[in-house]
């Protein structure tokens, strides 16, 4: 439990009869920016909202900053800030007003750093948050949540319907105060996401798919392109870490997701024999994430047909690191 | 503590429209209250909620409801400004401790609601030349009750709903949920009149409590809103299953045995008809037992509260009532006849038709006992009249309209008068008797009773209660001999008044066996449907009077009366109706329920002749609320006569005749439906 300002442990959520979060376990370090990254529906936000103790887990727990999530209100939350996309803020209230007001909440705010927010954001003072664009209001609510030097900054999907030009800014603002916070972000724009995110955790289906250091994910994905003298055949059975398998011509074509030269090169060598040409090429966050998204949707798909066995039972207790649940299924 | 008041300073901020339209009523209220003073005729706001929209000036009036109003309005914005409902709300991830937060909420209530109140109230009392700091306990008083009364549920409904739209819907289901629990009670007529408590009100108070504590604690909206289910259900449950007999029993506890009772009960003259509602029940008979009932003590007043009826027939047949509501029907000294309703069984009724049975009524009762009995003649001016106020006998505005009686008004701090009873020998009024009425005789006597809750102060926003003392009920009074309207003598400066402080000296119930009763003969007994006079909703009495004998023209030519005497006539509100309109009801002691008919113990109806046609115009709720006044015993004469009773279809035909004829029932319908009106007719005092 050390080291972890955020810890899940088997959290689980059901709404009447969606199950929105399944066993899901989750780990963020202490000083990491950690991007949780699924697609729509995958459990996100519900995850999110379990952690701020705005939901109850239907089972499972969580800790925050050491504390249960259930516990979490109060005095306890004047270290923790939080930024959502929809969040209902006082919107009668003028942005100065808005500070003004926040401020006694927080014994540790800092009105110089309140200044440099409202300055670096360009944020107008006098004008009220009802008025104020959808950016600068996201943008009003971000500098509230880090004018006090939070130990937490918990983001849901602070970017969503922005334009390039305020995301730049709310990221740099976020960077700028990387180093003393731990940062939980979720989001679908895995670009910006990818430019300062030291941990990503896939979310799919309520459950981790996988949970690891960013430098560490896009080392194991590789896009990998194979060139043959003439035109093979698909093979029956391929390891399972390779996904998107597909040919065209004389070039087959899949995505490594547990690259390791040797050991790669191996399982090609076991699978079609020899090649004329291996071409191994990095793979971006939007390419990995889009490449597991569909290879969870075919498991899906699968695991709806009634002779196979569900995807989501055999990767049920996946670990919140590595491919676990490819292993698993594996 | 910062933080409440910081949280308070940010929501007055915020809600300073809500808040100024509240100080705009409550200022503009507090104006108004001193001139419906000072114009008693005009009567602007009294301290009773229920009635208020029924005034001569409405816009007045509706100052009673909208000032709560404005309060409550206060309070649900307050509460939902740091909504407890949804999970977007951003003070929810902000440090805000709970208990900070509800203080604020509560400080804010407290300074925006409450003190308003204290200080309109202050300010009423001192207006009213009393000394506020006297009656700072029933200040207090009345702000509990408005607190929980009215501001506690609504911050326990804006506890659960996120928007002053959902709770509006909230109460729409509320206001549905009572109509229903009003219309389950009238199948439990015992639950009237006989108290459940203490449990409803725990739970009433108890449940708003919980729901904010738990809102405030822990945002639990399902749990909440549940909590408050439960309490509609609760209150449903125990009003179904409560042992009625237990609770009256243990309520009004019967004589101990070997006690004599002060009490004899004698069967009145001519047993009658009615039916439930506008279609007959072929499976059960109404019965109208006209019932007198003698006291011990001839000075002591009875409030009937519930009755019930056993049968016993020659053949060892037994039948059970069942306990009635009474409605409270009051018995001042020198009443003695009232009636007590029950419908039995037709099988039964068939059986028992031709035998003399024995009945055993059993009545339930508060028995008041006069005492302190003293003379007191009415100053000119304003005088201090102990335990009633600040009075003055003047006339009541405008001073020409027919029917009513001059009197006293009072003004009284924080209630009406525990219990007072005056009486007046009429003939020693000072004012001065109308042109042409003779003189009254030295026994004609009238007499007004005046009875409050004995709390420290009635639920209401002002605490000076404004009230009339006058003679409401008359005997010995003779008949003007031409049947025209004139007000009675009444209460003038000079007049020497006997006043007196009825105490209560318990409930209880009494029974007696009557036998030799005949059951009415349905063949014989005519319904005519005289309702029962006293609706909810309307101001109090002015003045009561009796309805002249109304002659039916066009039938057999035979005069025969339809009121005979004891009516109340309301007078409604200008502008309402017209001038003119009025309300006949009958007295508290000859009221039956509604679609009653009655033959000569209330009426003897036109058209008995005429082949039952008058009947189905009686059946007809209509008819039964209007029955007596001179225009529809017209019409339903008229309609009877032409429309006899055909076997199979005469009530349903001779009623649709009748409306569609275009008369005046017809064409009053819809105001009549809220109450018995008619046109002014000739009224006259016995």
């Known amino acids: 439990m050390t080291n972890a300002a955020i810890r899940t442990e088997n959290l689980s959520k059901q709404f009447k009869k969606v199950e929105a979060l399944r066993n899901l376990n989750l780990t963020v370090p202490d000083g990491a920016v950690y991007a949780l990254v699924g697609p729509n529906g995958a459990g996100k936000t519900t995850a999110i909202k379990i952690l701020m103790n705005i939901f109850g887990a239907t089972f499972g727990r969580a800790e925050v900053l050491g504390i249960d999530s259930s516990r979490l209100r109060g005095r306890l939350l004047s270290s923790i800030g939080y930024v959502s996309e929809n969040q209902e803020v006082p919107d009668w209230m003028r942005v100065g007003v808005f500070f003004a007001y926040l401020r006694p909440f927080y014994p540790t705010w800092d009105r110089d750093l309140e200044k440099e927010l409202v300055r670096q954001f360009d944020l107008p003072l006098d004008r009220k948050l009802r008025d104020l664009s959808r950016g600068m209001r996201m943008k009003a609510a971000l500098a509230s949540s880090l004018a006090y030097h939070p130990k937490l900054i918990v983001l849901d999907e602070p970017f969503t319907g922005l334009d390039p030009l305020v995301r730049d800014e709310l990221i740099q603002g976020l960077l700028d105060r990387a180093e003393e916070s731990t940062i939980l972000i979720s989001s679908h724009d895995l670009a910006e996401v990818e430019t300062f995110a030291s941990h990503v955790g896939y979310l799919e289906n309520g459950q981790v798919r996988f949970s690891e250091e960013l430098t560490s994910l896009v080392d194991r994905f590789r896009e990998v392109e194979l060139t043959f003298e003439t035109p093979p055949a698909l093979p029956k059975a391929a390891p399972e870490t390779w996904l998107e398998l597909s040919a065209s011509a004389a070039v087959i074509r899949f995505i490594e997701s547990r690259f390791d030269p040797g050991q790669t090169n191996r399982h090609i060598r076991s699978v079609f024999g020899e090649t004329r040409d291996v071409t191994f090429t990095p793979m971006s966050l939007r390419s990995i994430f889009l490449a597991m998204a569909k290879a969870g949707r075919e498991r899906a798909e699968t695991a709806s047909e009634p002779s196979t066995t569900s995807v989501a039972k055999t990767s049920g207790g996946a670990e919140s690191s590595g491919m676990d649940g490819e292993e698993a299924r594996s | ?686």
């Open chain 2, 1 to 686: 503590m910062n933080l409440i008041i910081h949280i308070f300073l940010k929501d007055a901020r915020h809600l300073w429209r809500e808040i100024a339209v509240s100080f705009a009523l409550v200022a503009t209220y507090g104006g108004n209250v001193p001139y419906s003073w000072a114009h008693p005729g005009v009567r602007g706001v009294e301290l009773s909620f229920a009635g208020a929209f029924f005034g001569a000036q409405f816009w007045a009036r509706l100052l009673v409801v909208l000032v709560p109003l404005a309060w409550a309005f206060t309070v649900i914005r307050v509460i939902q400004s740091e909504s407890l409902v949804g999970d977007r709300q951003f003070w929810v991830t902000r440090p805000y401790d709970w208990r900070q937060l509800l203080a604020a909420k509560l400080l804010f209530i407290l300074v925006f609601v409450n003190l308003p109140m204290f200080v309109l109230d202050l300010f009423l009392l001192s207006k009213a030349d009393f000394t506020p700091l006297r009656y700072l306990a029933g200040l207090f008083w009345m702000q509990l009750l408005m607190t929980i009364i009215l501001l506690l549920p609504m911050a326990a409904l804006a506890a659960v709903t996120a928007t002053v739209v959902q709770l509006l819907l909230t109460l729409l289901v509320i206001v549905l949920y009572l109509v229903g629990s009003s219309a389950l009670e009238q199948h439990l007529p015992a639950s009237s009149f006989t108290s459940t408590d203490p449990l409803p009100t725990i739970l009433m108070i108890a449940t708003p409590f919980a729901v904010i504590a738990l809102q405030y604690a822990r945002r639990r909206t399902a749990w909440a809103r549940l909590l408050i289910l439960g309490l509609m259900g609760a209150l449903v449950l125990i009003s179904v299953a409560a042992p009625y007999r237990t609770l009256i029993h243990r309520q009004y506890p019967p004589p101990k045995i070997g006690e004599q009772s002060p009490f004899q009960l004698g069967l009145g003259q001519n047993p009658g008809l009615w039916q439930r509602g506008s279609i007959p029940d072929p499976k059960e008979a109404g019965i109208v037992l006209p019932l007198t009932i003698s006291r011990a003590d001839p000075d002591s007043i009875l409030i009937m509260k519930g009755s019930r009826v056993e049968l016993d027939g020659p053949n060892g047949e037994h039948w059970d009532a069942g306990w009635i509501s009474m409605n409270s029907i009051n018995l001042l000294p020198g009443e003695n006849l009232f009636s007590v309703n029950f419908a039995m069984p037709r099988s039964l009724y068939d059986r028992l038709i031709d035998s003399p049975i024995e009945l055993r009524v059993t009545l339930a009762f508060a028995y008041f006992q006069d005492a302190n009995r003293r003379k007191f003649v009415v100053p000119n001016g304003t005088f201090s009249l102990p335990e009633a106020g600040l009075c003055s006998a003047m006339p009541i505005e405008p001073p020409t309209q027919p029917g009513f009686t001059p009197m006293i008004s009072c003004l009284a701090p924080m209630h009406r008068p525990t219990s007072l009873l005056l009486t007046l020998k009429l003939a020693e009024s000072t004012c001065p008797l109308p042109q042409g009425q003779p003189a009254l005789p030295l026994d004609s006597v009238g007499r007004g009773w005046i009875e409050s809750s004995e709390s420290p102060a009635e639920f209401g926003i002002s605490p000076v209660s404004q009230f009339e003392l006058a003679p409401f009920t008359f005997s010995n009074v003779p008949s003007y001999p031409d049947g025209a309207v004139r007000p009675l003598t009444g209460i003038c400066p000079g007049t020497p008044l006997t006043l007196s402080n009825p105490h209560m000296v318990g409930d209880t119930q009494f029974t007696q066996a009557l036998a030799g009763f005949h059951l009415p003969d349905s063949q014989k007994s005519i319904p005519t449907g005289l309702s029962s006079g006293t609706r909810p909703g309307f101001g109090e009495r002015p003045s009561r009077l009796s309805c002249a004998p109304i002659q039916c023209e066009s039938c057999s030519g035979r005069p025969v009366p339809i009121l005979k005497k004891g009516n109340t006539i309301r007078f409604w509100p200008r502008g309402e109706l017209g001038p003119g309109y009025r309300e006949c009801v009958r007295p508290r002691h000859r009221q039956v329920p509604r679609g009653a008919s009655v033959d000569r113990a209330g009426t003897a109806p036109p058209c008995v002749r005429s082949g039952g046609g008058y009947r189905s115009a009686a059946s007809f709720p209509i008819a039964d609320a209007i029955s007596g006044s001179r225009p529809a015993a017209r019409s339903a004469c008229r309609s009877g006569c032409r429309v006899p009773r055909r076997p199979g279809s005469g009530r349903r035909d001779a009623r649709t005749a009748w409306v569609r004829k275009g008369s005046p029932v017809g064409r009053l319908r819809p105001q009549i439906a809220r109450a018995a009106v008619y046109e002014t007719g000739p009224v006259r005092a016995e």
